[in-house]
């Protein structure tokens, strides 16, 4: 167990952590989350030892193992090994037992039984024998490797040198060290910063298996939701206790401010109205003794703290200008490094206020194809082509190290869009919660949040109406990335983002496009139902994999992985299921325009009775204002009409390529 008692840690007048205390024990799996800048990696750092500057203590009883995984790691400590040969080195402890094991027999074999230590090397050799079992060590290549694998590595990688490997591919490898290691606590931070959607999937289930502790900071709402049984909320210095995991917490927390308000409120009132009796009865001697009962009242009340809310974060970003109904088209492109082809051939089309998020593992080619999309990079074959009037700008992955660090937030947006009035810039920070005084911040003295934040004010301001976002939640705590899906889920722009951070995309995409090993496929909905369906076919096609061969025809059959009439019904009712979820909230868009085009429909005709009435005119004032009203509602029409179309287009779309997978089935069915 690891025990820590009254942690305090101040930076100048402000309390980092203020006499936090708690223990942690193997198998206990914790949340802690809070805004940006509340001291949650520093409370990590302090745990596992790497800051020593904090007051109170942190002990750990005996034989009960910590790790920690920072957010970044610049380097791996053997840069020339393989990667199997490094995660090895998470055994090392183990190697050492089989050399003195081996040293041990040796001895033995050349030692006589009468010698005065052979009773000592014996028990010593059964002893480490049994330690070797126990740590499995004759499974130790297997479990590397399943590791490794799970982690997003690729057998031709296990054999390449550390040196070969990207900052986030170096995370996953001490990730995976970590993970080797079987810790009685693990202790991540941000885990999931480096890892693609199955890296994703399956550090969850691995995690969910195990019996160490865990104790992960992370901004990612529905890896918590699956890995974690408890929240603890940093806040102003203090932790406090949630039983459940992150949507729990989120509903708990909500209802715990409440009441507090409440307390408060009701406190408040009563503080009031014993104020006014002593106030209106303090000179009355009848009255004394009331008077002196209600004063030692207010002596005597233990005050309820004033409850703080954190402010709110809510923005929306300014209307683009209208594009054409095509918005992009992207035909046969092709892209590939050297030898290695990232896609080829890939297609697809992108409409006016549709919003497609890119996925794949690692390396796939995603951030490329964003790259390609911007105009970054040439493509090998292949026309990408952009819609009347569309206007784009790019969110690159490292966006924040292209601020101007030394400038103000003002001068940075200044400078990145000439020929658009400061005033409408600081209209735009403003949405983007820069106000007053925060205008003037240099950018070098901004928290991770803000500087992406400004980043996406930034591209923002160019007034795009084509979106090409390369994982903008990065850095941003949960508060920031829930106003960011809520901005661009009512964006009246097109959207095409990479990301992994599944809850952020569910709020906001109807496409996903996956690339994987180079090819590419189009699924309508959204990442959640994208990963349902991609599970399912999965599950079906290792079900015919474990099918008994049963001559030449069943073993074309299980090559081509067909699936059983049974199967067939199951996958296709799934599909079907997923289809109505799909298409439920464009059939509630179409209704609401259909709704609203009714009522407007109703006054324009109420209208024009009045307009051809000659009375009407006696009044001209009356007459006025009904011809503006008029006007006005001819142009909103206009624009319903456009919106009722578009919506049943995209339900017409989303329904055919449903249609089109489980006819795909059927006929596959039908060929068995």
Not at 36 to 53: F, M, P, W, Y
Not at 567 to 596: G, N, T, W, Y
Not at 608 to 629: F, G, H, I, V, W
Request: glycine letters at 6%; a positive charge; charged letters at 30%.
């Amino acid at each position: 167990m690891l025990t820590v008692k009254n942690l305090s840690l101040q930076a100048g007048d402000r309390h980092i952590l203020n006499g936090v205390s708690f223990s942690l024990k193997k198998g206990q799996r914790v949340g802690l989350v809070g805004r940006n800048g509340q001291g949650k990696s520093t409370l990590l750092q302090v745990i596992c030892g790497k800051r020593e500057d904090a007051d109170g203590t942190v002990k750990t009883s005996r034989d009960f193992s910590v790790a920690y995984l920072p957010q970044e790691v610049v380097s791996a400590k053997n840069m020339t090994m393989s990667v199997f040969e490094e995660a090895k080195r998470a055994f090392d402890h183990v190697f050492r037992l089989k050399r003195r094991v081996e040293e041990l027999e040796k001895k033995l074999s050349s030692s006589s039984t009468i010698h005065p230590s052979h009773e000592a090397m014996l028990a010593e050799h059964d002893r480490l024998s049994q330690k070797l079992e126990q740590a499995d060590f004759y499974r130790i290549k297997g479990r590397i490797e399943a590791i490794l694998f799970g982690l997003g590595f690729r057998k031709d990688q296990l054999h390449r040198t550390v040196s070969s490997l990207s900052g986030g591919w170096i995370m996953r490898l001490e990730l995976a060290k970590l993970l080797l290691s079987r810790p009685d606590l693990i202790l991540l931070d941000e885990p999931t910063n480096h890892l693609d959607l199955p890296s994703l999937a399956w550090l969850e289930e691995f995690l969910a298996a195990q019996d160490s502790g865990c104790l992960i900071v992370s901004h990612d709402r529905t890896f918590l939701d699956k890995t974690v049984q408890e929240i603890w909320e940093l806040e102003n210095g203090r932790l406090t206790f949630y039983q459940g995991n992150y949507s729990f917490y989120e509903e708990q927390r909500g209802k715990r401010l409440r009441q507090k308000e409440a307390a408060w409120k009701n406190q408040q009132k009563k503080i009031d109205e014993l104020n006014q009796f002593i106030q209106r009865f303090r000179a009355k001697a009848t009255k004394a003794r009331q008077v002196q009962s209600r004063i030692k009242q207010l002596q005597k009340m233990e005050l309820v703290d004033a409850p703080q809310r954190a402010p709110e974060c809510t923005f929306c970003l300014p209307d683009p200008p209208r594009a054409g109904k095509i918005v992009l088209e992207v035909q046969d492109l092709s892209k590939r490094y050297g030898e290695k082809v990232l896609f080829e051939r890939l297609s697809f089309m992108l409409k006016r206020g549709s919003k497609l998020a890119v996925v794949g593992p690692n390396g796939a080619g995603k951030s490329t194809l964003l790259k390609l999309l911007a105009g970054r990079l040439e493509a090998e074959n292949g026309k990408i082509i952009l819609g009347h009037k569309v206007t784009r700008a790019y969110f690159a992955q490292h966006q924040v190290q292209q601020l101007q660090y030394e400038k103000s937030v003002l001068s940075n947006i200044i400078c990145a869009c000439p020929g658009v009035s400061e005033t409408r810039l600081r209209t735009i920070l403003g949405i983007f919660m820069f106000r007053g005084e925060d205008v003037s911040k240099k950018v070098s003295v901004l928290s991770g949040g803000e500087k992406s934040r400004l980043a996406l004010a930034i591209i923002m301001a160019k007034e795009a109406n084509l979106l090409l976002l390369d994982e903008p939640t990065n850095h941003l705590d949960m508060d920031a990335q829930e106003a960011v899906r809520d901005a661009l889920q009512a964006y009246k722009g097109s959207v095409v983002v990479v990301s992994h951070n599944r809850y952020f995309l569910d709020g906001f995409v109807d496409q996903v496009l996956e690339i994987e090993e180079g090819k590419i496929s189009l699924f309508p909905g959204n990442v959640s139902q994208f990963l349902e369906t991609k599970k399912a076919i999965l599950q079906e096609g290792a079900q015919d994999e474990r099918r008994p061969k049963q001559g030449a025809k069943e073993n074309f059959s299980n090559s081509k992985r067909r699936l059983t009439r049974r199967q067939k019904k199951r996958l296709v009712a799934q599909i079907r299921q997923e289809k109505s979820r799909a298409l439920m909230p464009f059939r509630q868009k179409a209704q609401k325009l259909e709704d609203k085009i009714l009522l407007l429909e109703n006054e324009r005709d109420s209208i024009e009775r009045q307009l051809s009435d000659a009375s009407t005119y006696t009044d001209t004032d009356k007459a006025a204002t009904l011809n503006r009203r008029y006007k006005v509602i001819r142009e909103e029409l206009e624009d319903l009409y456009l919106g009722w179309e578009e919506a049943c287009t995209r339900l017409d779309e989303m329904e055919q390529a449903f249609d089109k997978k489980i006819l795909e089935i059927e006929e596959d069915v039908r060929c068995t």
